[in-house]
């Protein structure tokens, strides 16, 4: 503060001695408060104090690779819903859970092109109503079902159209024979008749005869029939393709729809049906190559689809997630619940309803839950910025999971904590030095880094309880410049805490404390003098504590009030003062009035130190000076 160094640099330049006095070389001004030489730590960015890099058990991939195609999850946040749901529920190992496994099971192996005897498509079909009936099917038996009856009344369709393929094929031949024979034969017939008439009468028979064989209206009717017929008969082929085609990629939306919903068992009995209900050994999938279905195999593998490679990948799928299974049993055995629980979350998310994952065991998974809520919650604070929470959090999954990463929370921790305490620290040193405005910039950089600092409500009670001492310790320089050190004294009790730490200040305080103690003690004394009628000797006990501390205005007020009863004495011993003083020193004279004072108050310490003074440069070396008997 301006004030307060003014006041400094006017007490260094003082000549006299005083109540306080400086130290020698001291500054001019009061001890600066620490500076502000640390840089400022950034303030934490609002979305994360550690750009999200701590690593979570949170699905942030949106594919599952298998055989080399990348599996969509979907919405990430229903499948991480999900999952908390899974490792919350029950597994699905009751005995209606067991007989759809048995039933699913019993399909797929009757169905299968390894069975003794060969497949048998219509008896798996018929346990396809009583694996739909488990709730955990969803009825997706019942649509496979229904997909194979739809197909299987296509293919009868199909069957009968090529059966009047046939029937029309049959009538066109015997429709062009007969043609053929008539075209032949009447044309003869109307020949040999006109040989046996006369010339006019075999005219009037050919004009008669125009409408047989190959001009006859029948015949060109049959040629109109025949291409009828042809006509009919192309139709009837398209129709039967573009039937064939349609079934097959209604039936094919299934298949590629269980498969993306990760269903694999429901994907490999629709496959096998398929290959029993249509043995013209197509099994290319007919889906619009701009899909995402077909990018996931176009992309990944670089070959189109087909249901073979969709029964491929579901067995590759089920095999992963055993393989899975199987890891997270035996890192759950070793306590290390991080990798736990990440391979865990990948069997679920590729194959949520396969039997490994289903049957799991509760316990097992409410560990997980466990682990997986705490880490969640870890993950929240440190975006909230809650260090004490997260430390907290952090000791927890430590003693849970031996395989626990916290070396990166750690540092957070660490770095972030002892940022915010500095930044504190920073602030009370400027809030003690009068400087508010770096304070509250410091104070604010502290709350950004760590919002629940206990030490900001420590800072918040050092505010509150700030002002007296700011106040305080203001009033001590103010003082102390105007050379009030009797208000200082006064106010000792309240100024003390506020200088406290402090070197230069509390320094001054003890000087002026201490000096103000004995001139008290010294007023103290001379006012008993003056009770006893010994004026003088009170006027000298304090004429020569004036000479120490000649700015002390009541020592001067006192001085001041026993001048008027001992002037006879202050003038003898003033004269005597100046006759010793001259350049021309008169010691005779100047000895005389020393006597004088001597005179008028005997015990007078100031005319005996004058006497001896003279009496040495007068006399010889050797002789001596008026003893205290010859005073009169």
């Known amino acids: 503060m301006k004030f307060s160094v003014i006041c400094f640099i006017l007490l260094a330049g003082a000549i006299h001695a005083q109540v306080y006095t400086p130290p020698p070389g001291a500054p001019a001004q009061p001890a600066a408060p620490p500076t502000d030489s640390a840089s400022r730590p950034a303030s934490a960015p609002a979305a994360s104090p550690l750009g999200q890099e701590i690593p979570l058990l949170d699905p942030s991939a949106e594919t599952v690779t298998v055989g080399g195609v990348a599996i969509p999850l979907g919405d990430n946040r229903l499948l991480k819903a999900r999952f908390e749901k899974f490792l919350s529920q029950p597994p699905e190992s009751d005995e209606d859970a067991e007989r759809y496994r048995e039933t699913v099971a019993e399909i797929l192996a009757t169905i299968s092109p390894f069975r003794k005897g060969g497949p048998d498509l219509y008896a798996a079909f018929k346990l396809l109503p009583t694996a739909s009936s488990y709730p955990g099917d969803a009825n997706l038996c019942s649509s496979l079902a229904e997909s194979i009856y739809t197909a299987m009344l296509a293919k009868r369709d199909v069957n009968s159209l090529t059966k009047l393929n046939k029937t029309i094929e049959e009538e066109k031949r015997a429709i062009i024979a007969d043609g053929d024979w008539k075209a032949r034969h009447e044309r003869e017939k109307d020949l040999v008749n006109a040989k046996s008439t006369n010339e006019k009468d075999a005219k009037t028979k050919d004009s008669q005869a125009t409408g047989a064989g190959t001009n006859s209206l029948k015949y060109s009717e049959t040629l109109r029939r025949i291409a009828e017929i042809e006509a009919l008969k192309k139709a009837n082929i398209v129709r039967t393709e573009a039937q064939t085609l349609q079934t097959k990629a209604q039936y094919q939306v299934n298949m590629i729809q269980w498969f993306v919903q990760r269903r694999y068992e429901h994907v ?3 496959a096998r049906f398929y290959n029993q209900i249509w043995k013209d050994g197509d099994i290319t ?8 279905v077909s990018k996931l195999f176009t992309e ?16 590759e799928a089920i095999r992963e997630v055993s393989k899975y299974v199987e890891a997270f049993d ?3 055995s070793r306590d290390e619940l991080h990798s736990a629980s990440q391979r865990l979350m990948e069997a679920f998310a590729l194959g949520e309803y396969l039997a490994p994952v289903a049957t799991l065991p509760l316990d097992k998974k409410r560990r997980i839950a466990d682990y997986v809520r705490d880490l969640h919650e870890l993950y929240g604070t440190l975006q909230a910025r809650d260090y004490t929470k997260t430390q907290e959090l952090a000791d927890r999954l430590k003693a849970a999971a031996r395989d626990f990463p916290s070396s990166k929370v750690d540092s957070a921790i660490a770095g972030y904590t002892l940022a915010s305490d500095l930044a504190i620290e920073e602030a009370k040193a400027h809030l003690l030095g009068g400087d508010s405005e770096k304070a509250a910039k410091k104070i604010k950089s502290a709350a950004e880094i760590w919002p629940t600092n206990p030490k900001l409500a420590e800072f918040r009670t050092l505010i509150a309880n700030s002002g007296p001492l700011v106040q305080a310790r203001n009033d001590f320089d103010r003082l102390l410049a105007e050379g009030n050190y009797r208000e200082i004294a006064r106010r000792q009790y309240e100024l003390a805490p506020a200088i406290q730490g402090d070197a230069t200040r509390e320094d001054a305080f003890k000087q002026i404390i201490g000096n103000l103690t004995k001139i008290e003690a010294a007023l103290g004394k001379a006012a008993e003098f003056s009770k006893v009628g010994q004026s003088y000797a009170a ?9 120490q501390f000649p700015d002390d205005p009541k020592l001067g007020r006192e001085l001041e009030l026993l001048a008027p009863k001992v002037a006879d004495f202050t003038k ?3 004269t005597a003062r100046q006759f010793e003083s001259r350049l021309d020193s008169q010691n005779g004279t100047a000895l005389s009035w020393y006597l004088k004072a001597r005179s008028i108050h005997p015990q007078s310490k100031f005319a005996d130190d004058g006497i001896k003074r003279l009496v040495a440069e007068i006399l010889p070396a050797g002789q001596s000076s008026p003893s205290s008997g010859d005073r009169q």
């Open 330 to 332: 035996l890192m759950l």
């Open 300 to 315: 990944s593998v670089g070959v189109s689809p087909t249901v073979a490679s969709l029964d491929a990948l579901s067995n």
């Open 268 to 270: 490999l009995m629709a």
């Open 285 to 292: 999938l007919r889906i619009d190559e701009n899909s995402d």
């Open 572 to 574: 003898a011993l003033d």
């Open 539 to 547: 006027w000298e006990q304090l004429a020569e504590l004036r000479e």
